[in-house]
């Protein structure tokens, strides 16, 4: 609290650096509450720091699975993409409504990093396919943990056009509704046909 209130930057993230070491020695045993705990000072110490080092607080946090939730929620709406990226792409302490609610308001960037992560639900890649551009979208086609309803997976095919890698991308997946499989097709040959015969 003494580093909160009176402390320079430097003892600030001098404090920081010790207590999130300290987390991470015995973050495996600790209880909901002990993390809740780290949870209250991590929020307090992260209030004015820059952000070179709140990006090293997001690669460190980013990969523990009982990660202080509070901390990597304030990481992940960062708006610098060196904080907020690594939390994004690896984080099970984001929720699938987390996701799609920084989605639906952040760039492209932070977009790219959430498209790819182990996993998402069809809520969070409606709403990447709606605002993602071209890498968004190509990450989500070959993200085998992704999910889509069937809105998302029409959505998807859609955007095919005459990009071969794409269409590939999403025929190959086994999740594929059928008729939209044969939609897919239809598309591929059609396009094929409009191109004139090679001599």
């Known amino acids: 609290e003494a580093a909160v209130r009176n402390g320079s930057s430097e003892v600030r993230v001098k404090k920081l ?26 929020c307090k110490l992260t209030a004015r720091i820059e952000t070179k080092v709140l990006a090293e607080l997001g690669q ?7 990660a202080p939730v509070e901390t990597i929620k304030r990481l992940a709406w960062n708006e610098a993409i ?8 690896q984080s099970t302490r984001l929720t699938t409504s987390d996701l799609t609610r920084i989605a639906e308001v952040r760039g492209q960037a ?9 996993s998402l639900e069809s809520p969070v890649t409606d709403v990447l396919l709606k605002r993602g ?7 989500l086609a070959t993200n085998a943990g992704a999910k889509f309803s069937e809105a998302g997976y029409a959505s998807l095919v859609e955007m ?19 008729h939209l499989l044969r939609d897919l097709l239809a598309r591929a040959a059609r396009a094929s046909a409009s191109f004139p015969a090679a001599f």
């Open 160 to 178: 095919t056009g005459d990009d071969e890698v794409l269409s590939e991308a999403i025929g190959s997946r086994g999740d594929i509704p059928l």
């Open 60 to 66: 460190r946090l980013a990969p523990i699975d009982n």
């Open 17 to 42: 650096r010790e207590v999130t070491s300290l987390f991470l020695v015995d973050a495996a045993s600790l209880t909901e509450e002990q993390v809740k705990v780290f949870d209250d000072v991590l």
């Open 110 to 118: 932070h977009l790219v990093a959430i498209s790819r992560r182990q």
């Open 133 to 139: 551009e071209r890498e968004v979208i190509h990450n």
């Open 82 to 89: 060196t904080v907020a990226g690594p939390v994004l792409t």
